[in-house]
């Protein structure tokens, strides 16, 4: 029998999600005795929201201060620079398309695997549109690096990741991060928003106790930004 799972959604360019990957890499090492832990990608910034970082700089110069306080995670001083410089391309899909392909040989270490990605560019200030960064990051889970470029090179895994993205809106989902439990009987919404590590445990605990007694009602944590 397969165990339940814990999805968590996020984006590469969502900042509460860099900062929630800490989170969901805790809640992973305490809860995957009785969970599977996978990621999937949004789509936050796809077509025509596809434009350069410079576009974004005031909004981001006004949010990095507010994550920061929030949650405690910091920004890197190249990702900084990278918002002042202001040419670097936001885009979703090559990351989430590098995640995909990820999930295809080590699904249950996805969680890790995308926030890697979001500290490479959030604190590191890394190109998420140059295919180096997924080939360094491979070697840290033992992927090898020219099997997973050439998954992301792909039309398969292109379109994989293009019905996910479809699949997140259709259950109506638009926002990250977001967390959700699956099990045989369904998928529930269990936080939307940032989550503090204690909060999240409790949340998480409580739906493995729902899981266990065979129950469907689930209490969504809706914590706003």
Known sequence: ???????????????????????????????SDFFDFIAVSGGLIVGDAIAPIGNMKEFLKDAMPKVEDYTGVKFGEKYKELVEEGSYMNNSIKPAIALSAFK????????????????????NGRDLNEKEVYMELAANYEVDAQDLVNRMNSEQFQKITADEFEHIKKIGITSYPCVLGETEKGIYLLTKGYIHEEEMDNIIASFRQTVEQGETEIEVNNQQQ
Do not use: T
Request: aromatic fraction near 18%; charged fraction near 20%.
């Open 104 to 123: 295809s040989i080590l699904p249950f270490r996805s969680v890790e695997f995308a926030h890697d990605i979001q500290y490479e560019h959030f604190y």
């Open 1 to 31: 029998m397969n165990k339940p799972k814990i999805v968590y959604v996020q984006d590469a360019m969502c900042g509460w999600c860099y900062a929630f990957g800490r989170v969901m890499d805790e809640m992973q090492l305490k809860h």
